[in-house]
């Protein structure tokens, strides 16, 4: 295995100075700051209001308040997790720095971190805003969740980051040609993890799939509290061993694609 | 004339019977060397001829398709982790961050090669490469000469021990150009770096190398000191052997 390698010592040195070199390209551009707070706010704004009519004609929606607003925000838990894991690695290409990277002694488990380490940055920026403005707008306390939503969050980071390892390894390999990857595959997930509706909803056949992805268990779990006022930890320790095969199994690909980029020579030039 | 097989790991570099291939095609078709410690050497040949591709298998960028490649006494790419620190390279095509500060980027990287006292190299660096003034500046706002001082202050950062230039002075007018060679002169003299520098500029290969290393079809077609090349050639500048070995013609040929 080509990344592996005598005298591959981590570095959390090197980490730190990839975390800095993102942070100082997303305080250089109130653009991108932006983008990480306003659709999360459409969205969130968009369902909440929804609830709020349905609330106002059913008697199911009165009791399960806030059920739209928590899958909205769940859901940009796992979509932007990923994206901001992608995005930075696709400021990478887009800034032609790969090459400088990996010429560079930093490792490729050093340079995953410090993604990963990003897209939590970037998440916190978009969301923790947004959570306030579901309180003030809807009366939604995300954070009254307490332990339940850190198990729901550390679920869904984890897949979000299993999903960026791997679109990672696919623009290695492929170049900016795999790019639209980046911005759309995490919306495979959205109708099979079942965000806003039940598992019960999905034909039997796909239900086997649903409960295959880590996500699936969190919604379910959601639901569990804001409708039957129960935790599941049971749920949440199903999803924690899906996200650990599914986290094993994207750093095994981003590794051979990285080993293909180098048999390929797509390190150098990474356009489409 | 060059160091023997079994000089190998002394060699800073060593590339033997080297080849890469891509969908059946060689790009690089079993070529050998080895680089003495504090050489410049000119990698020389046409677009195509192979340059970049061995630059990058040297770096460890690409896998060899057969041969090897030692740097420093690690193989690569296998052992790049051993001596990634010991090295590093301009390219034209790579870019160090646009929109952050010269400074962001230089201190960035120090903080990856685990330079010591950083603050006071990048200031050793700037002032060296005439760059103090724009080190407060994006990176993209200045011009392409200062661009590329800044990819050679980020080259120089971790004082290599080997040194990759691709295309070191592309793009530059004459007098930046000048001005960069005299700057990689100074390193190699004061650092006794080993340099390997492909280049399509006759006159910077002439100035800045001591041996010539010429490709054509991922081949080596010659290989030796300038003025050896020039004499068996028969010919007034490494422009004119360039032609000679670009058209095909032999050195009997072209001395006549």
Redesign the interface.
Same mark, same amino acid.
């Given at each position: 295995m080509?990344a592996s390698?005598? #005298?591959?010592e981590f %570095?959390f040195?090197?980490v730190? &100075?990839?975390v =800095?070199?993102y942070w100082?390209?997303l305080r %250089? %551009?109130w653009p991108r700051i932006l983008d990480l707070i306003y659709w999360p706010t459409v969205q969130m704004l968009m369902w909440g209001f929804l609830q709020v009519y349905i609330s106002q004609n059913s008697n199911f929606f009165v009791q399960a308040g806030g059920v739209f607003i928590g899958s909205v925000l769940l859901w940009d838990i796992l979509f932007r997790g990923q994206l901001g894991f992608s995005i930075s690695f696709l400021?990478e290409m887009y800034? /032609?720095?790969? #090459?400088? +990277?990996?010429? %560079?002694? +930093? /490792?490729p488990a050093e340079f995953l971190l410090a993604l990963m380490i990003m897209s939590i940055v970037r998440l916190s920026i978009g969301m923790i805003p947004v959570s306030l403005l579901a309180i003030a707008f809807f009366g939604f306390n995300l954070w009254a969740l307490g332990l339940a939503l850190a198990a729901f969050f550390a679920n869904l980071i984890l897949t979000s980051w299993a999903v960026g390892i791997f679109v990672a390894g696919l623009l290695l390999r492929n170049g900016l040609g795999a790019e639209s990857m980046a911005w759309t595959i995490m919306f495979l997930f959205l109708p099979l993890t079942c965000v806003y509706y039940p598992v019960a909803v999905l034909p039997d056949w796909l239900q086997y799939f649903a409960w295959a992805l880590p996500p699936t268990y969190v919604f379910e779990g959601m639901r569990a509290l804001l409708i039957d006022h129960v935790f599941r930890p049971d749920l949440m320790i199903e999803a924690f061993a899906l996200n650990i095969v599914l986290f094993a199994a994207a750093s095994l690909a981003f590794l051979k694609l990285l @080993?293909s980029a =180098? &048999? @390929?020579?797509s390190? +150098? @030039?990474t356009s489409e | 004339m060059f160091p023997p097989m079994d000089a190998q790991n002394a060699s800073p570099i060593a590339v033997d019977r080297l080849v890469k291939r891509y969908k059946g095609v060689a790009a690089v078709d079993g070529i050998s060397f080895r680089l003495t410690p504090g050489s410049v050497t000119g990698l020389l040949g046409g677009n195509g001829a192979g340059k970049t591709t061995t630059i990058a298998m040297i770096m460890g960028l690409v896998t060899p398709t057969s041969g090897g490649v030692t740097v420093l006494g690690a193989e690569m790419p296998r052992q790049r982790y051993r001596v990634l620190h010991r090295m590093n390279f301009e390219s034209p095509y790579v870019d160090v961050p646009m929109r952050l500060t010269v400074r962001q980027n230089l201190s960035v990287f120090a903080q990856l090669y685990a330079v010591a006292d950083i603050d006071e190299r990048i200031d050793r660096l700037a002032a060296d490469l005439d760059l103090t003034e724009f080190l407060d500046r994006p990176t993209g706002k200045l011009s392409a000469g200062q661009k590329t001082r800044v990819s050679l202050a980020k080259a120089l950062l971790n004082k290599p021990e080997v040194l990759l230039l691709d295309e070191p002075t592309a793009s530059l007018d004459p007098d930046t150009a000048d001005w960069v060679r005299s700057r990689l002169e100074r390193y190699r003299a004061e650092e006794s770096a080993t340099i390997l520098l492909a280049s399509h500029n006759m006159a910077e290969v002439e100035r800045l190398c001591e041996r010539v290393i010429i490709m054509k079809k991922g081949r080596i077609e010659d290989d030796d000191k300038p003025d050896l090349l020039l004499s068996r050639y028969g010919r007034e500048t490494l422009e004119e052997v360039f032609l000679d070995v670009a058209r095909g013609r032999r050195q009997s040929e072209a001395a006549q």
């Amino acid at each position: 295995m080509i990344a592996s390698d005598v #005298g591959m010592e981590f %570095s959390f040195n090197r980490v730190a &100075a990839m975390v =800095r070199r993102y942070w100082y390209l997303l305080r %250089s %551009s109130w653009p991108r700051i932006l983008d990480l707070i306003y659709w999360p706010t459409v969205q969130m704004l968009m369902w909440g209001f929804l609830q709020v009519y349905i609330s106002q004609n059913s008697n199911f929606f009165v009791q399960a308040g806030g059920v739209f607003i928590g899958s909205v925000l769940l859901w940009d838990i796992l979509f932007r997790g990923q994206l901001g894991f992608s995005i930075s690695f696709l400021e990478e290409m887009y800034a /032609r720095n790969l #090459g400088n +990277l990996m010429m %560079s002694p +930093l /490792r490729p488990a050093e340079f995953l971190l410090a993604l990963m380490i990003m897209s939590i940055v970037r998440l916190s920026i978009g969301m923790i805003p947004v959570s306030l403005l579901a309180i003030a707008f809807f009366g939604f306390n995300l954070w009254a969740l307490g332990l339940a939503l850190a198990a729901f969050f550390a679920n869904l980071i984890l897949t979000s980051w299993a999903v960026g390892i791997f679109v990672a390894g696919l623009l290695l390999r492929n170049g900016l040609g795999a790019e639209s990857m980046a911005w759309t595959i995490m919306f495979l997930f959205l109708p099979l993890t079942c965000v806003y509706y039940p598992v019960a909803v999905l034909p039997d056949w796909l239900q086997y799939f649903a409960w295959a992805l880590p996500p699936t268990y969190v919604f379910e779990g959601m639901r569990a509290l804001l409708i039957d006022h129960v935790f599941r930890p049971d749920l949440m320790i199903e999803a924690f061993a899906l996200n650990i095969v599914l986290f094993a199994a994207a750093s095994l690909a981003f590794l051979k694609l990285l @080993q293909s980029a =180098r &048999a @390929q020579g797509s390190l +150098l @030039q990474t356009s489409e | 004339m060059f160091p023997p097989m079994d000089a190998q790991n002394a060699s800073p570099i060593a590339v033997d019977r080297l080849v890469k291939r891509y969908k059946g095609v060689a790009a690089v078709d079993g070529i050998s060397f080895r680089l003495t410690p504090g050489s410049v050497t000119g990698l020389l040949g046409g677009n195509g001829a192979g340059k970049t591709t061995t630059i990058a298998m040297i770096m460890g960028l690409v896998t060899p398709t057969s041969g090897g490649v030692t740097v420093l006494g690690a193989e690569m790419p296998r052992q790049r982790y051993r001596v990634l620190h010991r090295m590093n390279f301009e390219s034209p095509y790579v870019d160090v961050p646009m929109r952050l500060t010269v400074r962001q980027n230089l201190s960035v990287f120090a903080q990856l090669y685990a330079v010591a006292d950083i603050d006071e190299r990048i200031d050793r660096l700037a002032a060296d490469l005439d760059l103090t003034e724009f080190l407060d500046r994006p990176t993209g706002k200045l011009s392409a000469g200062q661009k590329t001082r800044v990819s050679l202050a980020k080259a120089l950062l971790n004082k290599p021990e080997v040194l990759l230039l691709d295309e070191p002075t592309a793009s530059l007018d004459p007098d930046t150009a000048d001005w960069v060679r005299s700057r990689l002169e100074r390193y190699r003299a004061e650092e006794s770096a080993t340099i390997l520098l492909a280049s399509h500029n006759m006159a910077e290969v002439e100035r800045l190398c001591e041996r010539v290393i010429i490709m054509k079809k991922g081949r080596i077609e010659d290989d030796d000191k300038p003025d050896l090349l020039l004499s068996r050639y028969g010919r007034e500048t490494l422009e004119e052997v360039f032609l000679d070995v670009a058209r095909g013609r032999r050195q009997s040929e072209a001395a006549q």
